[in-house]
């Protein structure tokens, strides 16, 4: 079965930096697009980033492009997503989401999720 396994949260201040890191199993990793979510208290859950199956192409939220970069390495089964100049308004639970499609209905796979905390 679809397994995804975040890391790499924690407390931060503003400015700094963190890595998270999913790590996938139970399917064909390099066969799927990875995305990361995010959702703050309150909030409704936000698509962060999004990488293709070969790692071709990404798209990212406006609120944090040029600051976050999503890759994926297929020979280790992990996708990452590194977050520079962190603001307070990046605090929030990150999620790994992966997406099967079938006969037009939409499965949403997720991992557990890692809390993202930035100090102002």
């Known amino acids: 079965q679809v397994q995804l396994v975040e890391s790499g949260g924690g407390l931060v201040q503003s400015g700094g930096s963190l890595r998270l890191s999913c790590a996938a199993s139970?399917?064909?990793?390099?066969?799927?697009?990875m995305s990361w979510y995010r959702q703050a208290p309150g909030k409704e859950r936000e698509l962060v980033a999004d990488?293709?199956?070969?790692?071709?192409?990404?798209n990212y939220a406006d609120s944090v492009k040029g600051r976050f970069i999503i890759s994926r390495d297929n020979a280790k089964n992990m996708v990452y997503l590194q977050m520079n100049s962190l603001k307070s308004e990046d605090t929030a639970v990150y999620y790994c989401?992966?997406?099967?499609?079938?006969?037009?209905?939409?499965?949403?796979?997720w991992g557990q999720g890692t809390q993202v905390t930035v100090s102002s």
């Open positions: 989401n992966t997406v099967r499609r079938r006969v037009g209905i939409r499965y949403d796979y």
């Open positions: 990488i293709t199956s070969a790692g071709g192409s990404t």
């Open positions: 139970g399917f064909t990793f390099s066969s799927y697009a």
